[in-house]
């Protein structure tokens, strides 16, 4: 059962901020940063902005146009990152629930600013300034965030390089739980398909309604163990999931429950290109009841040096 239903959604937000302790905070105790608008979010219907909290705390402020919200996908969104307090994930500080200066409603979800590009600003240059030793890092660090966030019955669902932040030392952060779930009746959860189509596995395209519209379907974290099999993939080979900026092809090779391809001859690292490649296959395996979880990874990356 999703967090809130579509009766008294604003009043059920209130509810959330009380029960999970979270800090309501004002606008004007926000100040301007050197940057403006960081990036307009079309999915979450939200805008970003890099303000200043508390004179010293850059932060993201993830602004909601108040007269679309998605209520369930913000009430979810609001209990992950209340609940998560993680290395690899920026500190969240707070949510802001204020009238403007027209009397109508402003709530924003205010989330530490990491200084940094995101895997995405690397794969534009090839991945040049990522070493070995780098690669091998991240995906580490993404194993252990993503074996805390399974533990606490969540799950991200849209695993994807724009959603990893590097900071100046190469420290990974996984950011955005705009599509996140939690997992609080077992571990199947009802859901129409989310996230970015190259990096979701083939069970996010199984069911189409009547109009070949929406789709909904049972996901679990498998979902997410799919999406880190396609950046351990786009790290050492350089080639992203499926190699194919069409989103009808990979759309049906999904529903065709295709095998995942991927250039084993670009893993260059020849110390660790049998581990790369076991990861990546038990990763994509396309029926999720045979697909790894995220604990099974761990003996294979610990031999990985």
Known sequence: MDVVSSNNQYDIIIELVKDH???????NELKPSNNTTVSDSICAKATLFH?????????????????????IKLAN????????VHDHIPKFQGIIIDDDKHGKKKIALVTEHIEGKSLNDYKANNFEDLNEQD???????????????????????????????????KNVYLTNFGFGKVLDEGDEKATRTAGTLN?????????????????INLVTAKYDVWAFGCIVSLLYTNEEPWNTKSNSLISKKLKDKAKFIFKEANITNEAIKPHIIKIIRMCTEVDSTKRCSMKDLKPILDEMK
């Open 135 to 169: 690669k091998l890092k991240i995906i580490k660090d993404l194993h252990i965030v993503f074996t805390y966030v399974h533990d606490m019955k969540f799950m991200h669902r849209d695993l994807n390089p724009n959603n990893l932040i590097l900071d100046m030392k």
């Open 77 to 84: 969104e609001l209990v992950l990152v209340s609940c998560l």
């Open 21 to 27: 302790n979270v800090r309501l905070i004002k606008s």
């Open 199 to 215: 990096y979701s596995p083939p069970e996010s395209v199984v069911n189409i309604d009547e109009d070949d519209q929406e789709i």
């Open 51 to 71: 303000k200043i909290l508390d004179e010293k705390v850059g932060v993201i402020v993830k602004e909601f146009n108040y007269d679309k919200i998605d209520w």
